[in-house]
């Protein structure tokens, strides 16, 4: 025989017991003889099948039961709220119009009667919410008297206020069952939190299954789950008597979770092991991702409370640990893009649960760093090699040098410089190859054979830093230590072209600051006289004044040195699209290192940035007709290949 589903047989148990009065149609203070009298009157009737009739009768009359049933009835309601309790059930308004009617009433009629509602249908967390302070605002003493005026008048036996109690905690179970039933049969449970759908658009599955989901869990780390939302709700009052209600209405999740969610260590062990052993297989990201935030976001309600408690939660410790484990074994392999891939369904997953997420941030937080280690190990490990046998390197290097036209291992080496500068740039480790390599230098410099190459390298570093993106800290390290170098072992020797390279170098060195304040002033002198552009707005025809600020930084700047930095910097963007060869580049940084000098820290007023912000955009094709001016003052630029691709990334 199939078995019935979960929601008929607890609903129907909280519903026969909370109708067994209603059903015989007598009061909970109906005497032996009133209660007889009901049977027959209502078996004479057929009001019910006579089992179910005899049952309520039995129940009423028995002491020890009749309690429940008296528990389950609106006994500390006046008859108008009775009326009021009947009709809220009877009715079909909405559940945004019945929990604020129900706040009204007192806590034993309304727990009682948002536990109706629950069984009727999947609770949300405000239902969760009201049900919990409900019992938590019943008052075992109240009760007691209660009872004892309807036992006197039944003449029954009135309960001890120990079994008041005790009734009152097993109506609370019974209540929380009811609840649980609410959200449909084990089967339509288990898809909610484990994602699974059924044929069909996903959409319109999950719109389906949205009300009837307690363990659903977003992405966003929000979790739509009514349990969780009840758990943060409940917790933040840090209210005694709702924490121990709470406790019982988890008692009944936590039994359903139990019987819905059996294998959940299984489940993630089984993803963990699919992702290392294929960690570029989409499927095995899809199946541990599915089960770390499916089975974490069922567990976090009871996580939760258990940790607010006090208590470990056994299974959220092992999905956890497990969890960890492989997010030290991908680290560990140099696996870094496989482990900053699941570390977002782990942020996910653990979001919400203190003492859980910390280890997942902290991973989070390092991985770049560990990516940025991984591009710069190759180029330790050739230095690495290269101290125990220097000599055909450093041959190498007084032959062409270090550079793009190296040749040999100072090409190999060269190649792996160039690789962790790109890397690392603009990041916290930009500074690392640099020293690496300049390390590497000194090394090498205390072995007499190798001293002329190592003077050598340190002029070839100096030079890379034209080019490459060091930043001036690094350039004036590297300046120094070649003056230390060249004092100690003579100059840097340079052979046939590489000679001829240098003395142009030098030239340009001498002749290129010359020709840049030659523009610099142009410039400034254009930018006072040129008007704008005859297809310019009227609005335009009076620039806005822009002063250069001077140099340094934490300044507090007014509105024509704000206006100046975010102008100059649009120049220097469009200038920077037009550079070509090595004379553009020296032209151009020199420019750039201006800017930064005065333009790289500042403080401004908010509503000053916003005016010049809107400037830029208004005065884009002025700004833009400035950069090409400046870039037709360098004489050498006229004559350059335009074709030519940008040198400048």
Request: proline share 6%; with cysteine.
């Amino acid at each position: 025989m199939q078995d019935q589903p979960t929601r008929t047989l607890a609903a129907s148990q909280y519903e026969v017991i909370a109708n067994r009065f209603p059903l015989l149609a007598i009061a909970p203070t109906a005497t032996n003889s009133q209660v007889e009298q009901a049977f027959a009157t209502a078996r004479e009737r057929a009001a019910a099948p006579e089992e179910a009739l005899a049952e309520a009768r039995d129940s009423i009359l028995d002491p020890a039961q009749r309690l429940l049933c008296e528990l389950t009835c609106p006994l500390d309601s006046t008859a108008r709220e009775i009326a009021a309790f009947n009709q809220g059930l009877s009715g079909s308004a909405a559940m945004s119009e019945l929990l604020p009617a129900a706040k009204a009433w007192p806590p034993l009629s309304r727990a009682n009667f948002l536990a109706c509602l629950a069984a009727r249908q999947p609770a949300d967390a405000n239902l969760l919410i009201a049900l919990v302070e409900a019992h938590a605002a019943i008052e075992t003493t109240t009760i007691f008297e209660i009872l004892r005026g309807c036992r006197s008048r039944s003449g029954f036996p009135t309960p001890s206020l120990l079994n008041t109690g005790q009734g009152l905690q097993e109506l609370l179970a019974l209540h929380s069952d009811a609840v649980m039933a609410g959200f449909g049969e084990a089967r339509s449970a288990t898809r909610a939190f484990s994602s699974e759908v059924d044929t069909g658009s996903r959409q319109e599955n999950a719109s389906n299954q949205e009300s009837r989901a307690p363990f659903r869990f977003h992405r966003n780390g929000k979790s739509s789950g009514p349990f969780l939302g009840c758990v943060s709700q409940i917790l933040s009052s840090d209210s005694r008597y709702r924490v121990e209600a709470l406790s019982g209405l988890l008692g009944a999740y936590r039994k359903s979770l139990d019987a819905l969610n059996p294998s959940a260590s299984h489940d993630i062990e089984a993803a963990c092991t699919a992702i290392q052993q294929r960690p570029d297989d989409d499927d095995a990201f899809r199946q541990f991702e599915t089960a770390l935030v499916g089975h974490v976001s069922a567990i976090a309600p009871l996580a939760l409370f258990d940790f607010h408690q006090k208590r470990r939660n056994d299974e959220i410790d092992k999905i956890a640990a497990r969890t960890r484990v492989l997010l030290a074994d991908l680290i560990g392999r140099g696996d870094h893009k496989t482990a900053r891939k699941i570390i977002t369904p782990c942020l996910d997953a653990f979001r919400l649960l203190p003492g859980f997420i910390e280890p997942f941030e902290e991973a989070a937080m390092a991985l770049p760093e560990l990516e940025l280690e991984a591009e710069i190990e190759p180029l330790a490990a050739l230095i690495q090699n290269f101290d125990r046998e220097p000599a055909l390197l450093a041959a190498d290097i007084q032959g062409r040098g270090f550079g793009k036209e190296s040749s040999g291992q100072a090409r190999a080496l060269w190649q792996a410089f160039a690789a962790a500068v790109a890397a690392t740039s603009q990041t916290a480790l930009h500074e690392r190859p640099w020293m690496l390599a300049r390390d590497f230098v000194f090394r090498l410099d205390t072995r007499p054979e190798f001293a002329k190459a190592a003077t050598r390298m340190m002029a070839d570093l100096l030079l890379a830093g034209e080019t490459l993106p060091a930043t001036p800290a690094i350039l004036d390290i590297l300046r120094h230590d070649l003056r230390e170098l060249e004092a100690r072992n003579g100059p840097a020797t340079a052979s046939g072209s590489r000679a001829t390279s240098y003395l142009k170098m030098a030239l340009f060195i001498i002749f290129v600051p010359v020709l840049i304040f030659a523009a610099f002033l142009t410039y400034q002198y254009l930018n006072a006289r040129t008007p704008l552009a005859a297809s310019a707005p009227q609005s335009d025809a009076k620039p806005n004044p822009e002063a250069i600020p001077p140099a340094g930084k934490g300044e507090r700047f007014k509105l024509d040195f704000v206006r100046y930095c975010h102008f100059q910097e649009e120049r220097l963007r469009v200038i920077k699209q037009h550079v070509r060869g090595p004379e553009d580049i020296q032209a151009f940084n020199m420019l750039a290192n201006d800017y930064n000098s005065r333009c790289s820290n500042f403080y401004y007023l908010d509503e000053d940035l916003r005016s010049v912000t809107e400037e830029v955009k208004a005065k884009k094709q002025m700004l833009e007709a400035d950069a090409m001016r400046i870039l037709s003052t360098w004489p050498w630029h006229a004559t350059s290949d335009n074709t030519s691709p940008p040198a400048v990334k």
